[in-house]
């Protein structure tokens, strides 16, 4: 059961928050059903870039991107190196220390 580390932001999770959950579970599943409330406009379909979270540990240790999410990373606000959409990030047995970006494509928060 990995442990997420979710780094403070100041609308979704002012505080940071740290969690454990399943494996076999998407991020973004992970982190709604954990109360923090990121966005999904296209309801974890891969067709937005809203749920964008910027893994800081344990990028290596998750699944690899596919072309499809890479395509939409490129409309990321703040893309970087270790972008991921957490709607395709599954958790795996390794923790993981993610930052949710401040800005969406959708709205500055």
Known sequence: ???VI???HPVLCEDGAIFNENSGISLCDALLKNSIFI???CEKSCACATCHVII???FNEI???NEVEEDMLNK???LEENSRLSCQVILGSS???IEIPRYTINQVK
Do not use: C, F, I, S
């Open 1 to 3: 059961m990995p442990q």
């Open 6 to 8: 979710v780094l403070p």
């Open 39 to 41: 966005e999904h406009a």
């Open 56 to 58: 800081r540990e344990g």
């Open 63 to 65: 699944n690899k991107a």
């Open 76 to 78: 990321a606000w703040g």
């Open 95 to 97: 923790d993981l220390t």
